[in-house]
C-alpha cells in the first residue's frame, strides 16, 4: 500500500523559510514522479513542483520559481520541498503526491498522480 506523510508545514512570517518533508513508502514504481500541490482558500489546487525518475531537473511552477527547491532522499525515502522568501499568497494546504506512470513533461496535472498524502497547512503572515 502506497502511503504519503507530508509534514513540516505552520505560521512563517513574510520573507520566511519552511521546509515541508513527504516520507514514501510502500511502492515500487520504476518510472515516477513526486510532486507537491497547494490549494489556497476558495482556490483550485495548483502543481508546484515535481521531480520524476525520467526528468534531469525538477519542475516548478512561475509562482515559486526562485524561492523554492524540491530535493530527495532516496535513502530516506522523503522528498522535501524549501520554501524561502515566502509570501502571503503561499499560504495554502500542501499536498505530496506521486504519479505512478510518465506524465508530460513540464506539467502537473492532478489526474496523473494517483497516490495523495494528506495536506500540511502553510500560513504566511504579514
Known amino acids: 500500500e502506497v502511503q504519503l506523510q507530508a509534514s513540516g508545514g505552520g505560521l512563517a512570517q513574510v520573507g520566511g523559510s519552511l521546509r515541508l518533508s513527504c516520507a514514501a513508502s510502500?511502492?515500487?514504481?520504476?518510472?515516477?514522479?513526486i510532486g507537491w500541490f497547494r490549494q489556497a482558500p476558495g482556490k483550485e489546487r495548483e502543481g508546484v513542483s515535481y521531480?520524476?525518475?525520467?526528468?534531469?531537473?525538477?519542475y516548478y511552477a512561475d509562482s515559486v520559481k526562485g524561492r523554492f527547491t524540491i530535493s530527495s532522499n532516496n535513502a530516506k525515502n522523503t522528498v522535501y520541498l524549501q520554501m524561502t522568501s515566502l509570501k502571503p499568497e503561499d499560504t495554502a494546504v500542501y499536498f505530496c503526491a506521486v504519479a505512478s506512470a510518465l506524465i508530460p513533461r513540464g506539467t502537473m496535472f492532478e489526474h496523473f498522480y494517483n497516490y495523495w498524502g494528506q495536506g500540511t497547512q502553510v500560513t504566511v503572515s504579514s
Open positions: 521531480i520524476s525518475t525520467v526528468e534531469s531537473t525538477p
Open positions: 510502500g511502492f515500487t514504481f520504476d518510472d515516477y514522479a
